[in-house]
């Protein structure tokens, strides 16, 4: 499986950014996918998860505001941020769980300035 993920950049406090990552692989709609992040000097943290159900969990700092998708067609998925706060500032790694096995995609950088 590999994963190619996109759409960071910088914004401003209160503004939006939508993630994507692209999976190959001919069972992308059975994976559980997540994103993750890190910022400067931290531990890599879960985000938000979507099931190969579709089922979705989110960190408790980012309900509300993210919003986790998957189109199976175009076998990606995507991560709508809205009301982006200084602290959503990462690097945002996408993963794919696929026959217990872990896959990482590359990071993009998300910077949100105040």
């Known amino acids: 499986v590999q994963l190619q993920a996109s759409g960071g950049g910088l914004v401003q406090a209160g503004g939006s950014l939508r993630l994507s990552c692209a999976a190959s692989g001919t069972f992308f709609s059975s994976y559980s996918m997540a994103w993750f992040r890190q910022a400067p000097g931290k531990q890599r943290e879960w985000v938000a998860t979507i099931t190969g159900g579709g089922s979705t969990i989110y960190e408790d700092s980012v309900k509300g505001r993210f919003s986790i998708s998957r189109d199976t067609a175009k076998n990606t998925v995507t991560l709508q941020m809205d009301s982006l706060k200084p602290e959503d500032t990462a690097v945002y790694y996408c993963?794919?769980?696929?026959?217990?096995?872990?896959?990482w995609g590359q990071g993009t950088q998300v910077t949100v300035s105040s």
């Open positions: 993963k794919a769980r696929a026959g217990g096995i872990d896959y």
